[in-house]
C-alpha cells in the first residue's frame, strides 16, 4: 500500500508530530556528519507546471543527501493534461520512479495523479494548499518557541493555498489560528469547517477579522504571503489597490508579543505584502524558514518512500 502528501488534512496530529520528529532528527544528523544513505537507488520523478525555487531545489537536494536521486519535468516536457491525461502519466510514471512530486494548477490534477499512480505523490503545491510549506513552517515555530500547542499564529492577507495549508496545521496540532484578509478575498470555506472540525479535538481557537491590527495583537507569529499567487497574474493590479491595508510593516508587528516571529513562505514581493525593514529585521525568520523547507520535505520523504512507521 502506497501513501501519498496530498494535504496536511489527511494526516493525524500523531502522524504529523512523528513527521516532524523525524525532520528535527534528520536535520541534526545532516549537520553532524551527513544523511544516511536510506534512498539509495529511489528516484523522485518532479513535475513542474509553476515556476519554483525553493520547493524545486530543496526536494532536489533532500533526495541527493539521503542517497537517492530526483528528476526534474519542466511543464513544456509532459504537457500534463494537454499532450496526455493525468491518468496516463501517472500509470507510465509509476513504472520509473519511486515517487512523483508535482506542482501544479488546479488541485485536482494532484488528486488525480495520486488516484492513479501506484508510487507515492507529493503536492508540491497546488491552487488549493500548499503542505510541504506547512511543515517546514511548523517545524520552524518549533525551533523558536520549543513548543507548539498554545501558541498564537496570525496570517495576513489573501485566504490563499499558503493559508490553508498552515490553517489545517494549526488547527490539527492545537495552535491558535487567526487570519486577517480584505473582503472578497477569505480563506475557502470548506477549508475553514474541516479546522473547525480539528480544532475541538486539539482545542485550538480560530478566529477571522477584517483589521489586520486587531488580529496580531499579542500573537507569538505573524505570517505573509503574495498578494497574487501564481495563476492569479492577470488580478494583479486590481490586488494591488485592494491589499495594501494588510502590509506586514514595523507598525504592525509592534503590536504583537515583543517575541512574536515573522515568516513568508517566499518569494516575497517586498514593499508589498511585507517592507524589507520587517524582512530583514530581529523579528524575521524568514531564512531559516526557507531552509527547513529541505529538512522537512526529508522527512516527507523517507516516511513515503520507505513506508516506515505508517
Ligand atoms: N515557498 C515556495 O514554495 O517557494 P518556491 O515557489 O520557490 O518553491
Ligand atoms: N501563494 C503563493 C505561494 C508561492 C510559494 C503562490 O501560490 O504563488
Known sequence: MKKDFIAVADYSPEELKEMLDLAVDLKKEYFKKGNQPILKGKVLGMIFNKPSLRTRISFDMAMRHLGGDALFIS????????????????RVMSGYVHGIMARVFAHSHV???AKWSSVPVINGLSDYNHPCQAMADVMTIYEKFGKLKG????????????????????????????IASPE????????????????VKSDSKLNKFRDPRQAVAGVDVIYTDTWTSMGQEEETEKRKNV???????????DL????????????AHRGQEITDEVADGPHSVLFPQAHNR????????VKLLTLKCL
Open 294 to 301: 529541505l529538512h522537512a520535505q526529508k522527512a516527507i520523504l
Open 243 to 253: 491589499f495594501p491595508p494588510y502590509q506586514v510593516n514595523t507598525g504592525l508587528v
Open 184 to 199: 472578497g478575498y477569505d480563506l475557502d470555506d470548506n477549508a475553514w469547517k474541516m479546522a473547525e472540525g480539528f480544532a
Open 111 to 113: 488528486t488525480e495523479l
Open 75 to 90: 511543464p513544456a516536457e509532459i504537457g500534463l493534461v494537454q499532450r496526455e491525461s493525468i491518468a496516463d502519466v501517472a
Open 256 to 267: 504583537a508579543s515583543k517575541d512574536a516571529i515573522v515568516m513568508h513562505c517566499l518569494p
Open 151 to 178: 501558541l498564537k499564529v496570525t496570517f495576513i492577507g489573501d485566504g490563499n493555498n499558503v493559508a490553508v495549508s498552515l490553517l489545517h496545521a494549526c488547527s490539527k496540532l492545537g495552535l491558535d489560528f487567526s
